[in-house]
């Protein structure tokens, strides 16, 4: 079965940090681009980091840019969110997303982890 599952999220304080974890199993990790969304109260999924298997690919949002860093571990088939210098606006649940280059393979989702940034 195909499993993702996030962990690290929790209430900090705006400055502070947190490092968000999505442990997977069940499919190929490594030819997989891993991805995390965020999506605020009332707003609409938005991609926040990518990083592709070979890690030549890495993109992430403007907003989160020079803050936020991912990174992955094939051989534990985990992929981290570090995320510094939070703000209020970082409110969210977080998921982990699998891409797969195949037209013929779906997307794998985790249930998401909030973060919540206030004082």
């Known amino acids: 079965q195909v499993q993702l599952v996030e962990a690290g999220g929790g209430l900090v304080q705006p400055g502070g940090s947190l490092r968000l974890s999505c442990a997977t199993s069940?499919?190929?990790?490594?030819?997989?681009?891993m991805r995390w969304y965020r999506q605020a109260p009332g707003k609409e999924r938005e991609l926040v980091a990518s990083r592709t298997g070979n890690g030549l690919g890495t993109t992430y949002a403007d907003s989160v840019k020079g803050r936020f860093t991912i990174s992955r571990d094939n051989a534990k088939k985990t992929v981290y969110l570090q995320m510094n210098s939070l703000k209020p606006e970082d409110t969210a649940v977080y998921y982990c997303?699998?891409?797969?280059?195949?037209?013929?393979?779906?997307?794998?989702w985790g249930q998401g982890t909030q973060v919540t940034v206030s004082s």
């Open positions: 997303n699998a891409h797969f280059q195949s037209a013929y393979r779906n997307d794998y």
């Open positions: 069940g499919f190929a990790f490594s030819s997989a681009a």
